[in-house]
DNA sequence: AATGAATGAGGTTTCATTCAT
DNA sequence: GATGAATGAAACCTCATTCAT
């Protein structure tokens, strides 16, 4: 769970900076990518030097580690508040994708940047995170596990938890496409219509 | 729409020696990504030296838009071939869907490529890029409208093209996680049942 | 002669801390030698803050002087306690001899570190510190001449004196040779034996 | 044997581009030491860009690995050269003596340079390179076994290698001391005295 | 007197691109 | 047409030193 470290013996400063610079950095990020932003213009976006932004990381991947780590735990907190893990109630999953949806919808340029960076990290780093996105499919899972009046196969449910997933983070990284036509609101009710209500079948299929 | 000049005069030897940089750049690509490719290992790959690699092209961006512009082509081709447009049979959706996630299982590595990358390209290449993914969504939404019993909006049916799009292409960048407990064939089944079936309604929904 | 002053005033705490930043340091030095060794770790070897190794020092060039300086005047009072100037017994020059080599085998790291390391001192402080070693050869040259039954000439004891001089050094800065088969007393034995003795001459030279 | 390697290929080139790097190295070393020196000044005294530099070594130790390997290399050949293996005469140690001392006159800079910034190197560096010094010494012992009317012991014969080994080197880094009163001619033709006479011994000792 | 967070000049190294052969 | 040596801007990172607390 340490990780990160830094010569800053002051924790509550570790923090403060840190936050400075995972706002600065995502601003950048979001707008050229990991790899043209330099750490100097991090250091700037963050409000101080150069030397002091490595007192509070040793590399400049420690940065990225720390936006990820970041959204992926910030996506997840919020998961976990909006899901009520004891409400075996049968409308809990249309409030989750509710919320998850709506979530998505906030965060599009922090998921976006994390969507396409994360590869950059080191397979460690990886790994530490992706953690994280298993949680929260876990979550998922349990509320179709438990909101659907007939039991599906754990691989249905994985399934379906894997499509919600995805295509709440669609909204963000295919914009360019769906925001033409769709609000947030819209986007939901359909998706969600056609969760359930599969399409209209062809033939007797 | 003449793109990326070259000094050589040969158009054959053009397209031998470009052929060649893709499928060495696709490889460096996939493994380490686009920003840590420097372009004497692309050279490298590709089988000629650095001198002669800019012979070919004019900077190293152009390297990632042949290799995005020739996967999209390819995709789009090979999609072009396996749908019929003027076939307004209704099994025809499904057998849109199954060609493309076969085609998609194929050409994984060329996906996820493609998707992690085309951002580093400038906005004008990106545009160009875009379009045939433009392409093939119209393809599909094509074969949507045709192929259903009841009529949909327009909007509806963008929104099921769009999800059949991203599911072809999870199976790719998700495979860390799907490729566990699907193969090809029961992933393209499950997720069709879904589409035409839907959830089991919870309530009376 | 006051050298490397302080914000400190109390002179009783510099000389405390000056030691314990002496020790650190030595350690230090002799581990990764003068340049690759920071501030901060000459800091926290001698038990204080960075902040508070700068109340005791101006650069980090100071930090060499005063162990180069320590070192010195440490082997130099330990030789003139040795050697008894008013002493003209012939005896005095392999009694000398055996104390300082002696202090060479005690003093082996003070000595490696100081030897590599003067020349990073500014030029005053090398001519500072030098002259130190200018009053050891002096010392040794008062021996030579008064505890030989022949006299020699001036030349010729200069010439004897460094020697003498650098083969205590040599015990110290050739250990990786010289320590494999010989200890310090054996070492001291065969030295004194060929520097009266000579070699078996070829010939009749 | 193979050591330090370079992205040029004309082997050719790489010797002539090397050679200019150890000579414009070496001239900077001595003048401020390896650490003081910066990658770009070696490159300017080279003759060459920076860009060049990093063509022909990795790093900047790579630079001193190649010159401290350069002058032990010279200067080994230089008293393999001088010393005849097969004269066992009783004049070749006195020769070989001469050789040396010249040698060591003509390359002080080199000498001093070495002697100062091996520790500079890695441990597997500075192995390497003292594997040399191990072979000028056996060297000299053998001189020194073959020329002497009476044998003496290997470990006297080792301790007197090292004592001409080290008086040879003294000329160049005591210059400071010794070069006011000697010429290296003078110099030489003591040391070679109280090397085979001894001192007057005092008392019957 | 002691602390340690902040600073930024400057060091090492990389790599896209050019151009003479 | 092909080669690969040369270039230098620019990136990352370190660390001696300062100064407010």
Redesign the interface.
């Known amino acids: 769970m340490k990780k990160v470290p830094s010569s800053i013996k002051d924790e509550k400063l570790i923090k403060m900076r840190r936050d400075q610079m995972i706002k600065g950095a995502v601003a950048l990020f979001k707008e050229k ?1 990991f ?1 043209k932003t330099t750490t100097r213009e991090i250091a700037k976006a963050s409000g101080f030097s150069i030397g002091t932004l490595y007192e509070y990381i040793r590399t400049k991947e420690d940065v990225l580690f720390l936006v990820c780590d970041f959204i992926y735990e910030h996506v997840k907190e919020r998961m976990e508040d909006a899901i009520d893990m004891n409400d075996t109630n ?2 809990s ?2 409030g989750a994708i509710q919320s998850y949806f709506q979530l998505m919808d906030e965060m599009q340029d922090e998921v976006v940047v994390m969507y ?1 960076e994360v ?2 990290l080191s397979k460690e780093a990886q790994e530490y995170v ?1 953690k994280k996105e298993r949680d929260m ?1 876990n979550l998922l899972e349990h509320v179709i596990r438990h ?4 039991p ?1 196969s754990d ?2 449910i ?3 938890a ?2 919600i997933f ?2 709440g983070q ?1 909204w963000g990284f ?1 914009r ?3 925001h033409k ?2 609000t947030i609101e ?2 939901t009710e ?2 969600m219509h ?10 007797k ?1």
Chains 1, 2, 3, 4 share one sequence.
């Open positions: 990518g790899h049968s409308h999953l249309k396409q590869k950059s992706l499919l909101s659907l009046p007939e599906l691989l249905d994985e399934l379906i894997n499509n995805v295509q669609m295919r360019w496409m769906l036509h769709f819209s986007y359909r998706q056609f969760l359930f209500q599969g399409l209209p079948i062809p033939e299929a």
